[in-house]
């Protein structure tokens, strides 16, 4: 799936906007800390860093906690998506890729994930995993392709557009 929406460039400063499951957090960072940490609390993300950290660090600290948070639910949800659709896949990874939301090895059975994904809503996660998995009985986006993407996820293109659409 391609189309991923080019973020504004984040300073990882307090005040910013950071997005988990389609949900904005304010960040709060603390500069006196020992090591980097993140915390979530219903409204806000406490960014703990050692002083001088620079913004090329911070990022890596969030780039490695979205991980996490997308490896939270990916085998589950992917375990719900190929029951839904019949469609097992060999393998799920994560990777952070600049153009696509997903892509799928077919003749490996393997299934990329843009761990960009973890800022958009949780149905976002599910479109993407289905789309993909349909890629393992119709390579091509063919009218086959769309039509069982359809059957699967009926309210796929309304979630495709909220994909490309929100932070």
């Known amino acids: 799936i391609l189309d991923v929406?080019?973020?504004?460039?984040?300073?990882?400063?307090?005040?910013?906007?950071?997005?988990?499951?389609?949900?904005?957090?304010?960040?709060?960072?603390?500069?006196?800390?020992?090591?980097?940490?993140?915390?979530?609390?219903?409204t806000n993300i406490f960014f703990t860093v050692k002083e001088g950290t620079t913004r090329k660090e911070k990022e890596k600290v969030f780039v490695e906690w979205y991980r996490q948070?997308?490896?939270?639910?990916?085998?589950?949800?992917?375990?719900?998506?190929?029951?839904?659709?019949?469609?097992?896949?060999?393998?799920?990874?994560?990777?952070?890729?600049?153009?696509?939301?997903?892509?799928?090895?077919?003749?490996?059975?393997?299934?990329?994930?843009?761990l960009q994904l973890a800022k958009k809503p949780m149905d976002c996660l599910e479109y993407v995993l289905i789309h993909e998995l349909v890629h393992l009985l119709e390579k091509n986006h063919t009218s086959r392709f769309y039509r069982l993407v359809e059957d699967f996820y009926p309210t796929w293109k309304e979630t495709k557009k909220r994909l490309d659409r929100t932070p």
């Open 5 to 42: 929406e080019r973020e504004r460039s984040k300073e990882y400063i307090s005040g910013e906007y950071h997005y988990l499951w389609g949900k904005p957090y304010q960040l709060q960072v603390n500069e006196r800390g020992r090591k980097c940490k993140i915390e979530k609390t219903p």
């Open 69 to 114: 948070e997308l490896k939270k639910v990916l085998p589950t949800m992917a375990q719900e998506c190929e029951k839904k659709t019949g469609i097992s896949a060999n393998e799920f990874r994560i990777k952070n890729m600049k153009t696509r939301w997903g892509t799928c090895n077919v003749h490996e059975g393997r299934i990329w994930i843009n």
